[in-house]
């Protein structure tokens, strides 16, 4: 299976793991978006992204070369946003 291919299956999964919850869908992003969840969003949109970068293959992580450090300081950014 390509990285395309992999990317595409997870895609599909997720969408799928959204389907039950569809018609609340639009307020659980509306409570997202308030303020004082905006940091434990951008972490789950980021975890998310790097989820789906692995599953495109080796290598190609967002947080695969990053130091604890370097994350560290994102997450206490983040608090503050």
């Known amino acids: 299976m390509s990285g ?3 990317l595409l299956a997870v895609m599909r ?3 799928a ?3 039950p919850v569809i018609e609340t869908w ?4 509306a409570i997202q978006a308030r303020p004082e969840n905006v940091p434990a ?6 975890m998310l992204a790097d989820e789906m970068c692995n599953a495109a293959g080796p290598g190609r992580g967002v947080f695969e070369n990053m130091h604890s ?3 560290d300081s994102t997450n206490r950014v983040c608090s503050f946003v």
């Open 4 to 6: 395309k291919e992999r």
């Open 26 to 29: 639009a307020s659980a992003v």
């Open 17 to 19: 793991m959204i389907e």
């Open 69 to 71: 450090t370097d994350v």
């Open 13 to 15: 999964w997720r969408l």
């Open 41 to 46: 969003t951008l972490r789950q949109r980021a």
